[in-house]
């Protein structure tokens, strides 16, 4: 089974990162080794659509493994959120995001509970603005992807649902699960632990209940 796992761990790693879970691989470890991470992520600079496998590809990994069998990546990876169009090089282009991220926390504009995110954005990494944490992380996990909160800072034209379907697949997997049949009936409901915090990442600050009602 132990030459079988350098096969596996793409797959896993894909795989459970689409179903919210962690899977083993230190970014802390080998970010003191490379300094930028498009020397392992080679396609990231210009990838444009979220559908483009990032991960690194087997001759990066050899040049300090060599002795490990490592498999290509999979042809395309599982996506956990229905995300169709966003383009990695149009974006880095742009540079380091991470003082306009910081900014907004400190202004009190960004549309979510930022939790301890603001320490993670005094940082030179220009990817390390969206994906935080990966200095400190010894596994990756949902915690180190972009939060739409994060997007919203420069795309703030928020007018759901037709604002949503210019970065989502359209559908009703947009809607929250919490979003149910009797949702008008119970949000207000003191017990729901619904606030205007809670809806602003999709609704904005400056929404009211006769926008929707």
Do not use: W
Not at 20 to 38: N, W
Not at 116 to 122: A, E, F, T, V
């Amino acid at each position: 089974m132990a030459h079988l796992l350098p096969r596996l761990i793409p797959a896993l790693l894909l795989a459970g990162l689409a179903f919210g879970q962690s899977q083993p691989f230190s970014h802390r470890t080998h970010l003191k080794l490379v300094a930028d991470c498009r020397t392992c992520h080679t396609r990231a600079a210009e990838s444009q659509s979220p559908a483009d496998n990032l991960l690194p590809e087997a001759t990066a990994c050899r040049a300090c493994h060599e002795s490990v069998a490592i498999p290509a990546p999979p042809a395309s990876p599982v996506r956990a959120f229905p995300v169709r169009r966003f383009s990695h090089r149009q974006h880095l282009q742009f540079g380091n995001v991470a003082p306009l991220l910081a900014a907004a926390i400190d202004k009190k504009t960004y549309l979510s509970d930022p939790g301890d995110l603001r320490r993670h954005l005094n940082t030179d990494n220009a990817c390390a603005g969206c994906h935080r944490g990966l200095d400190e992380s010894d596994q990756v996990s949902p915690a180190n992807m972009p939060r739409m909160a994060d997007c919203l800072v420069c795309h703030n034209k928020i007018d759901p649902p037709f604002s949503c379907e210019t970065c989502h697949q359209p559908g009703p997997q947009l809607k929250p699960s919490n979003h149910t049949r009797d949702f008008t009936d119970v949000h207000t409901n003191p017990r729901s632990g619904l606030d205007k915090t809670t809806c602003a990442v999709c609704h904005g600050r400056r929404f009211t209940c006769q926008g929707c009602h």
